[in-house]
């Protein structure tokens, strides 16, 4: 291995791959996987300094409460690197060649890259250096794995605590000391929890929560120092001149990327507060990819530059990273058929969306609540010990904050953000968190399928679509798909071909999923106006990019219903296309429905009528493997031992 | 049951929901049909896509969507439907078999 090689490495003998990542973190590996899914043959090396696999790191939070026992924070199941052929390297990379396309590891060794991508992720602020006492024995931050096994060795030698910090992870610590049994004591620095996503009200009502479930408050304290006897912790001074005694000192004070590497590449990388990335999370140098917490993305709500550093869009960057490496891959190939899947992932990036517990508290923040400027009403609502707060531009929402026992359909609501769906109509059900966000969404598909029957033309489409996006939007994004014209270095990424590339991705993007059949089917009046016509016809690029995803898509919900496709019913067709047929509710034991179907065959004629009723009725019996009747799913070979066992277990409970 | 109507997400909103998953089991913890050891990698993994095991494959058939499972996601996500869904991929693998 070329890192055991010390000395004098000329760069043919560097190993090398094509696809390099920097960090196993949940962006690096779903980079990596997905990668892999793209593009079958490539070699893909992950490089680490983290002894342990991906873990679900929001998991750690249960795992500090003993809910979870190690082997249970996998991210990805045991074997997935070897499984998907994804070398991972134990080293320390120190620095970024980026003429010559290598990273130089810790020790002399070097690594050749293709593409490389940064997903370091972040590391915890902690105390201010300055802080006396800093040091002692007892005084942790939680934010690796190692951390927190710490943490739980330590627990049992624990009676108070000092949680210090003012943001959903010290809410989530102190939460979690408190269901051991440990007194804790809470300092923040200001006078309301998370000033920017949470406003006064919603600030008091946590507090309240956290109050009541057994916590010490202190406000607007800080630390001044910390005491120790022989090395280990025994108290806490605060500015106030106030000394707690404890045992444990936990520092929530947020944390920063960590972005190293960025300082040490051989070209500048644009860094502030995180590695800035475009849409296409490519960096200000070519071939540099960055993903996760290391990332800093455009807001598209506000324009600025800032780190995610959440789990869903760390899963997003890494599989947008891996495409747009993909792309770079395939080279001038990727230049006609590239882009349109980043431009799609990208455009579903939408939005920043964090949804947690804080105690008994669910917390949900969409958007920019509190987003004030003129054009914007706000709504609230803090009635049952809820609150719920949503910034409202006209018709649109672009903000929402809820606080309550019972999480609202938080996904859900990120896409009516994203897709900048009207919410006239659900205003108080959003207020209120008793929104119907399925009835909602497969109402606006209905009307835009309405319109599309009616009018024979394809509508502005994109806003019902599931992963579209209104042209409001896809215009914003694609003009922030480059990092910003004052910027020093132009985006090398940007190759030659790319205006009239970019001109018939836009073009091409209310084609979403669900919608291309009916684009096939329909006749298009007149044919958009793309530079490049060959780009929209590469059948062979087209399975590449879709097969990852082609279950997902093809299995799809009909929307219009509600019901689950109906399951195509292999050799008993004679039977089966009756089975639709009605019958009397009497006699629809699914037991005898094959045969029941046959002897009812005259019946058609009363076919329409009961129709509907059947439909209904019909997944409920097939999916469902508790009731005394079989399912239909068993009327083949093999199903019906699969059922019988099925219901064993279900009678077990 | 009035959240039933949540049972049945899109095809696209149950992979955005197994990507928003956190992992931290605490609908397995509550799932009263969960019979034996099933790491939540392995099901969200199963769920999306690739061949299901078994012991996944009798959990699915043991879910009776009681719906226990929504209303202790951290991040508000329905595993229910994720179960639902992993029932019509059961079903159609057993089809094809």
Redo the contacts between chains.
């Keep these: 291995m070329s890192r055991e090689n010390k000395a004098g490495i000329s760069r043919s003998y560097v190993e090398s791959a094509d696809i390099v990542i920097v960090g196993n973190g949940i962006a690096g590996l779903t980079a990596a996987v997905e990668a892999r899914q793209l593009a079958p043959d490539a070699r893909i090396v992950i490089i680490t300094d983290q002894c342990h696999p991906t873990i679900n790191t929001p998991a750690l939070k249960q795992f500090a409460t003993g809910k979870l026992e190690r082997e249970q924070l996998l991210a990805y199941p045991a074997g997935t690197e070897r499984e998907q052929r994804i070398h991972v390297i134990q080293a320390h990379v120190e620095s970024i060649n980026a003429q010559g396309k290598y990273l130089c590891l810790e020790g002399g060794g070097g690594f050749g890259y293709n593409s490389l991508l940064i997903a370091t992720g972040s590391k915890p602020n902690g105390l201010p250096a300055a802080t006396p006492g800093r040091d002692f024995d007892g005084v942790l931050t939680l934010h690796r794995l190692a951390d927190y096994l710490d943490l739980r060795r330590r627990l049992c030698e624990v009676s108070q605590a000092v949680v210090i910090g003012g943001g959903v992870h010290a809410i989530e610590t102190v939460m979690g000391l408190l269901t051991w049994g440990i007194s804790v004591h809470w300092l923040v620095r200001s006078a309301t929890i998370m000033p920017r996503v949470l406003d006064q009200a919603a600030s008091s009502l946590v507090l309240e929560h956290i109050q009541r479930a057994g916590a010490k408050i202190y406000l607007e304290t800080e630390v001044a120092g910390i005491v120790g006897r022989v090395g280990a912790v025994a108290g806490v001074i605060t500015n106030q001149n106030q000394l707690i005694p404890c045992q444990m000192v936990l520092v929530c004070t947020g944390t920063r990327p960590n972005a190293a590497l960025a300082q040490h590449c051989t070209e500048p990388m644009l860094c502030k507060n995180g590695i800035l990335v475009d849409d296409h999370l490519r960096t200000s140098v070519r071939n540099i990819y960055a993903a996760g917490d290391v990332a800093a993305l455009k807001n598209p709500q506000t324009g600025s530059y800032e780190p995610r550093a959440q789990w869903y869009s760390a899963v997003l960057e890494g599989r947008i990273a891996a495409t747009a490496m993909i792309d770079d891959l395939g080279g001038r190939q990727s230049d006609r058929r590239g882009g349109s899947q980043s431009e799609r992932e990208s455009s579903s990036f939408g939005v920043p969306w964090h949804a947690t517990h804080l105690g008994e508290l669910s917390m949900l923040t969409v958007g920019n609540p509190l987003y004030w400027s003129d054009e914007i009403t706000t709504l609230t609502d803090s009635s049952k010990g809820c609150y719920r707060l949503m910034a409202l531009a006209g018709d649109r929402l672009v903000g929402y904050l809820s606080l309550g026992p019972k999480q609202p359909d938080s996904l859900a609501i990120k896409r009516i953000v994203d897709d900048c769906l009207p919410v006239g109509s659900i205003k108080k059900a959003l207020l209120k968190g008793t929104l119907d966000a399925r009835a909602y969404l497969s109402q606006r598909r209905s009307e835009a399928a309405h319109d599309l029957v009616t009018t024979g033309k394809l509508p502005d489409l994109a806003p019902v679509a599931s992963t579209g996006k209104s042209a409001s939007i896809v215009r914003v994004l694609s003009a922030t798909a480059s990092l910003p014209a004052a910027a020093p270095v132009p985006m090398p990424g940007v190759k030659q071909g790319q205006p009239a590339a970019q001109a018939s991705k836009t073009a091409r993007l209310p084609e979403t999923g669900p919608l291309r059949t009916a684009i096939a089917t329909v006749p298009v009046p007149a044919p958009m106006p793309v530079p490049a016509p060959a780009s929209l016809a590469v059948p062979a690029a087209i399975p590449r990019y879709t097969a990852p995803l082609a279950i997902v898509e093809s299995e799809e919900i009909s929307p219009f219903t509600g019901n689950l496709p109906a399951v195509a019913r292999p050799a008993a067709s004679p039977s089966g296309s009756k089975r639709f047929q009605p019958r009397p509710l009497s006699q629809g034991s699914a037991r005898g429905r094959a045969s029941s179907g046959q002897k009812l065959l005259p019946a058609s004629a009363k076919l329409p009528a009961i129709n509907v009723n059947s439909k209904e009725k019909r997944p409920l019996r097939n999916l469902w493997s508790y009731g005394e009747r079989r399912p239909v799913v068993t009327n083949h070979g093999g199903g019906h031992s699969k059922s019988d066992t099925a219901r064993r277990t279900a009678s077990a409970h | 049951m009035r959240d039933s109507?949540?049972l049945?997400?899109?095809?696209?909103?149950?992979?955005?929901?197994l990507?928003?998953c956190?992992?931290?089991?605490?609908c397995l913890?509550v799932c009263?049909?969960l019979?034996e050891p099933i790491?939540?990698?392995?099901l969200n993994?199963e769920t999306?896509?690739g061949p299901i095991s078994k012991p996944v494959?009798?959990y699915a058939?043991?879910c009776?969507?009681c719906g226990a499972c929504v209303?202790p996601?951290?991040?508000?996500?329905?595993r229910d439907a994720m179960m639902?869904?992993l029932?019509?991929?059961l079903?159609?693998s057993?089809?094809e078999?």
């Design positions: 109507v949540l049945h997400k899109t095809g696209p909103q149950v992979v955005q929901e990507q928003a956190i992992g931290c089991n605490e913890l009263p049909a019979a790491t939540i990698d392995v993994r999306l896509s494959a009798r058939r043991a009776y969507q209303a996601c951290p991040v508000g996500l329905h639902m869904w029932k019509v991929r079903l159609r057993g089809r078999e």
